[in-house]
Structures are given as C-alpha cells and as structure tokens.
C-alpha cells in the first residue's frame, strides 16, 4: 500500500545548513523578503555534521553580511604568523614564509570554528525569516514525468533494521518547491545522484577527494602561539602519496590539528588514521602536544578535484552548490568562502528565475563572471600535479603560482577517480603501524566516542552494499579489504574467528558521515545514505 504523505510547498527548499546553503537562504532573503525558504539539516542542530580545518577567508562573509563583526559573527582569532615545514621522519626543515605562493598566505584571515560560525549564521537566516528543520534529512528527490525536481522527500522515521515499520513510524514529508538546491558538503548522496542522472560530469576530469582528520587540544600556555598557523608537508607519507598537516593555534589555549590524505592513494594496506596518529609523534609536533589533553576528533571527505572537475551546477528544477559540486580551492586548503560565494550567486540565480522566469542555466554565467571562477581557475594545476610525486609538484606549484600566477597556457587533467587507484595487495608493501600509546596517539574507539556519534539502533543499516557477498568473495583476496584501514571509525572489520569463514562486519552505528567508503571502495560497492532523523556525530566546536 503506498504511504500518504504531507506535503509542504515552499519557493526554495535547500539541502543542507552548511556556509553555502546558509549563504543562499540569507542572499534570498536579502533580495526578496517575501520568498517562502525552508532549509533541511540532517544534523541534530545546525553545526552538528560541520568539520573543518578551519582558517577562513573573510571575503565571501563581507560581501553577505557587511557589518558582521558588529553582529558578533564567531570570527575572532586573526592569523598572526605562519610556519611550513618540511617534516623527514625525526628531524624537520623550515620553508621561508616569503617563498609561498600567495595563495598559501593566511596573514589576513581568522581561525575559526565552522560549525559555530554556521550556527552564527543560521540565527541571521532565521531573523530573516528562513524557516531550518535540524534532524531531517532529505532522504529522495521528487521527479515530475519529465525529470524536472519538484522538491525533496525527508526519511521515514521508525523503521526496523528489518525494514518493517514500528509502532512509533512516521512517514517522511514532501517538501515540494520552484527550486531545489543541493548544498550537502562533499559527496551529498542527493548531489551524487543528479551529478550521474543529468550527466552533469560529462566531459570533466574524475572528481578527486581527501580525507581529513581534526582533533582539538588543550595545550600549556607555554606552548601556545594564539594566531600561528603551522603546515607541513613530507612524513610520515611517502614522496607518491599526496598529503600534509594543519596546526592552528586557535584561542582558550586550543590547537586545531589535522592531516589530510588525498584518497588516491595506491597502497591498500595504508590507514590514513594511523598515519594522522603517526604524525603526530614527530618531535616536532609531538613537544606542541605532550603535555596537552585531546578534547575533541573528527573526520571528514573533502572534495579537491577543482576547477577542471566542476559538474554543470544546473538542471531542471534545482542548483548544486558549494562542495557539493566541488568549489574548494585546494592549494588554499579552503572552501568556506567559495561555498558561501557560489550560494550567494544562486540565490541571485534563483529569485530571477522566480520573479522574472529566467532559466536556472544563469547560474553558469554568473559564476563565470565572479571571483570564484577566477580563484578556481588560478588554482586549477596544483592538485593534478601531485601525480609528479611530492618534490616534482611543488616545484611546479611554485612556477604556476609564483610566476605565472596560476595562468600557465594549459590545464592539467586527473585521469583516474579516486576508487580505481589502488592496486593488488601481492604489489603492496604492507605498513606496520606502532601501537597506540593513550597519550598522543589513540585507537578508534575511544576517537569515535569524542565525536558524540549516536545512531538509532534499530533501523536499517545505511550503508548499502550492491553486492554483499563482493567483500569476502573478491575485495578481501584482491585488496585485503582496505574499507578495515580507510574507514575513520571503525565501522569496518573482518570477523576471522572461524578462519575458514570470515565475516564482513559492518558497525553502522559507529559512522561519522565522512563518506569515504562511497568514494574510495574499489569495486563501489558501498553507497552512503541518510540514516534515520538526526543519526551522526555531533560535533561542538569543530
């Protein structure tokens, strides 16, 4: 029997209360204050699902919102000094500041907390008048017979593991709207499917990925540096994996610091947590830590393909915006302020396209005629660079930046998605990790446990194989299933307690939403969807 639902109709709909779904609903508002704008989090609140480094680039935020410091926007800690280091496994090697490529310059920008400064924001959308439903997650687009998106379905809460409805199910909403925007962070599920059903990718180069890690601490004041930014570059990766750290000296005597992987990566039996809780037992990181206590970890895809790997942002019925569709500006390692640009242009977008009937195909024009555009497309050749290896790249980052300022007469290509890098384990040097010591480095369990990670128990499992029998019967022999070494919260296992009959294990309840496995499983055999109502991490101050 097919289920009745409500239905609610709004002009806007936006997926996601991340900078560039925010950005758009206030940009609205803004022009036309009689827009009808709801915003759907599948967080439990706004900044619940928000992780990022974060050094951030004001420009986005004064254009939106001019008068944000008088608005007491959580944009405190100005930048004060930088540090590159080049780290060999015990001893490191200072990069001359002067010798960075401006756009690896911090000197105007802030250390910031996101998730915070999205829920700064979410109060002036809501001031406005914007309507944002944390704990719903749009679980289905709505087609009309044509393919046009008439809105987005939320999920349907109350269901068992089995699939059965329970006594508490209630059957998710209709949102039905003009236009749809898609503004979910890197690799929305939502956003993945109109990039494949529209063929929104057609004639762009593979998206490509990261994975990055966060953890937050509490260090001596001694020790301390408030507004120094800190990357390095080299150990504990080899010269052919793409890679490097964060360390910024945030307020409260707080380090923010992290490691990001490229997820092409070739090694199978490589971990990228245990390389980030590796990293950070060299001398040089481990004098910042010793004394300090961990308060806080995290983990999160980021989306680095760039400029070349941009999908068409429009389709019938709807926008795909921010890292969603992949705005981040990787040599800056920075995609708040994009993100908050690209929603701003399709908010302009959208109201022409309501009030004036102006196709939805403006935005691509828009965003040509913007410094997005311009900044994505300086930055274009950094990332595809790093095929070289790590020595080759940065001299050649260096010539396209410094001297040609981004504007060298070609464009450089990925050629493969992230998913087919990996090769046989009998071609793969296995990695002894050492063992965790509680103190600076620390196991899954106790890191996922930071995260505040709660998922209903009994519901359907929202990792979704196409295959369930792929990872016994193939990745494990091929590739010594590496989703047991990728996966940042040990969702992942093998269960070898009757050797002749080993298990695939999946622990759901672990997830945090960083979407790795939808990106970096071999044979893409597992698909990430929304779990139920506000299942996930929940992150404080990330």
Same mark, same amino acid.
């Given at each position: 029997?097919?289920?009745?639902? %409500?239905?609610?109709?709004y002009?806007?709909?936006?997926?996601g209360?991340?900078?560039?779904?925010l950005?758009t609903?206030?940009k609205?508002k803004?022009i +036309?204050?009689k827009l009808?704008i709801?915003?759907l %989090?599948? =967080?439990?609140?706004v900044?619940?699902h928000?992780?990022?480094?974060?050094v951030?680039?004001?420009?986005?935020?004064?254009?939106l919102?001019?008068d944000?410091?008088e608005? +007491?926007?959580p944009?405190k800690?100005k930048?004060?000094k930088?540090?590159f280091?080049?780290?060999?496994?015990?001893?490191?090697?200072?990069?001359?500041t002067?010798?960075?490529?401006s756009?690896q310059?911090?000197?105007k920008?802030y250390?910031i907390?996101?998730a915070?400064?999205c829920?700064w924001?979410?109060t002036?959308?809501?001031?406005?008048g914007?309507?944002?439903?944390?704990?719903?997650?749009?679980s289905k687009?709505?087609?009309?017979?044509e393919?046009?998106?008439?809105g987005?379905?939320?999920?349907?809460?109350?269901?068992?593991?089995?699939?059965?409805n *329970?006594e508490?199910?209630?059957?998710?909403?209709?949102?039905l709207?003009k236009?749809?925007v898609?503004s979910?962070?890197?690799?929305?599920?939502?956003?993945k499917?109109v990039i494949?059903?529209?063929?929104l990718d057609?004639d762009k180069?593979?998206q490509?990925?990261?994975?990055g890690f966060k953890?937050i601490?509490?260090?001596?004041e001694? %020790?301390h540096?408030?507004g120094?930014?800190?990357h390095t570059?080299?150990?504990?990766?080899?010269?052919?994996?793409?890679g490097g750290?964060f360390?910024?000296?945030?307020?409260?005597?707080?380090?923010?610091?992290?490691y990001?992987? =490229?997820?092409d990566?070739?090694?199978p039996?490589?971990?990228p947590?245990?390389?980030?809780?590796r990293?950070?037992?060299?001398?040089?990181i481990a004098k910042?830590? *010793?004394?300090?206590?961990?308060?806080?970890y995290?983990?999160?895809?980021?989306?680095e393909?760039?400029?070349?790997s941009?999908?068409?942002?429009?389709?019938?019925g709807a926008?795909?915006?921010g890292?969603?569709a992949g705005?981040?500006?990787m040599?800056?390692i920075?995609?708040?302020h994009?993100?908050?640009?690209?929603?701003?242009?399709?908010a302009?977008?959208? +109201?022409?396209h309501?009030t004036? +009937?102006?196709?939805?195909s403006?935005y691509?024009d *828009?965003?040509k005629?913007s410094?997005?555009?311009?900044?994505?497309?300086q930055?274009r050749?950094?990332k595809?660079?790093?095929?070289w290896?790590?020595?080759p790249?940065?001299?050649?980052?260096g010539?396209d930046?410094i001297?040609?300022r981004g504007?060298?007469?070609?464009?450089l290509?990925?050629?493969?998605a992230?998913h087919e890098?990996?090769?046989?384990?009998?071609?793969?040097?296995?990695?002894d990790y050492?063992?965790?010591? =509680?103190?600076?480095t620390?196991?899954k369990?106790?890191?996922?446990?930071l995260?505040?990670?709660?998922?209903?128990?009994?519901?359907p499992?929202?990792?979704?194989l196409k295959d369930?029998?792929l990872?016994i019967k193939?990745?494990?022999s091929?590739f010594?299933?590496?989703?047991?070494?990728?996966?940042?919260?040990?969702?992942?296992?093998?269960?070898r307690?009757?050797?002749?009959?080993?298990?695939?294990?999946?622990n759901?309840q672990?997830?945090?939403h960083?979407?790795?496995?939808?990106?970096?499983e071999p044979?893409?055999n597992?698909?990430?969807v929304?779990?139920? =109502?506000?299942?996930?991490?929940n992150?404080?101050?990330?």
């Amino acid at each position: 029997m097919e289920i009745q639902r %409500e239905s609610m109709e709004y002009d806007v709909v936006i997926v996601g209360a991340g900078p560039a779904g925010l950005s758009t609903s206030i940009k609205l508002k803004q022009i +036309n204050p009689k827009l009808n704008i709801c915003i759907l %989090e599948k =967080g439990s609140e706004v900044g619940a699902h928000i992780l990022s480094g974060n050094v951030f680039e004001t420009r986005a935020l004064d254009e939106l919102i001019p008068d944000w410091r008088e608005k +007491n926007a959580p944009v405190k800690t100005k930048v004060k000094k930088e540090k590159f280091l080049f780290l060999g496994k015990n001893k490191s090697l200072s990069w001359p500041t002067w010798l960075l490529p401006s756009v690896q310059k911090n000197h105007k920008n802030y250390i910031i907390s996101l998730a915070n400064l999205c829920r700064w924001l979410a109060t002036q959308a809501e001031n406005l008048g914007v309507e944002i439903f944390p704990g719903f997650a749009a679980s289905k687009i709505i087609y009309d017979d044509e393919n046009n998106i008439l809105g987005v379905q939320t999920g349907d809460m109350g269901i068992n593991q089995n699939g059965d409805n *329970k006594e508490s199910f209630e059957p998710g909403l209709n949102i039905l709207a003009k236009v749809s925007v898609f503004s979910e962070g890197c690799r929305g599920h939502l956003g993945k499917e109109v990039i494949r059903k529209y063929k929104l990718d057609a004639d762009k180069s593979p998206q490509q990925y990261g994975i990055g890690f966060k953890e937050i601490w509490e260090i001596p004041e001694k %020790e301390h540096d408030e507004g120094l930014v800190m990357h390095t570059a080299g150990w504990p990766l080899d010269n052919s994996t793409y890679g490097g750290s964060f360390c910024y000296h945030a307020e409260k005597n707080q380090v923010f610091i992290g490691y990001v992987i =490229g997820l092409d990566y070739q090694n199978p039996y490589l971990s990228p947590y245990d390389e980030f809780q590796r990293f950070k037992t060299h001398p040089a990181i481990a004098k910042i830590l *010793k004394d300090g206590q961990r308060i806080s970890y995290g983990a999160r895809a980021l989306i680095e393909g760039g400029y070349q790997s941009l999908p068409t942002m429009h389709m019938p019925g709807a926008l795909i915006i921010g890292c969603d569709a992949g705005t981040l500006n990787m040599p800056k390692i920075k995609g708040s302020h994009t993100a908050m640009k690209s929603g701003m242009i399709a908010a302009e977008t959208i +109201n022409e396209h309501i009030t004036e +009937n102006k196709p939805l195909s403006e935005y691509e024009d *828009k965003f040509k005629k913007s410094w997005i555009h311009k900044e994505l497309y300086q930055a274009r050749n950094v990332k595809p660079s790093f095929q070289w290896s790590l020595i080759p790249a940065i001299i050649f980052t260096g010539i396209d930046q410094i001297i040609f300022r981004g504007y060298l007469p070609f464009t450089l290509k990925h050629f493969h998605a992230d998913h087919e890098s990996l090769i046989p384990v009998h071609k793969a040097k296995k990695i002894d990790y050492p063992k965790y010591d =509680g103190k600076l480095t620390f196991d899954k369990t106790s890191s996922v446990y930071l995260t505040g990670t709660n998922h209903e128990a009994d519901q359907p499992i929202h990792l979704k194989l196409k295959d369930p029998d792929l990872p016994i019967k193939y990745t494990l022999s091929e590739f010594d299933e590496p989703a047991q070494r990728y996966c940042p919260a040990g969702v992942y296992e093998i269960d070898r307690s009757n050797q002749n009959d080993p298990k695939f294990i999946i622990n759901a309840q672990n997830c945090i939403h960083c979407k790795t496995c939808d990106i970096k499983e071999p044979s893409q055999n597992i698909t990430w969807v929304t779990p139920e =109502g506000a299942g996930g991490p929940n992150y404080a101050n990330m």
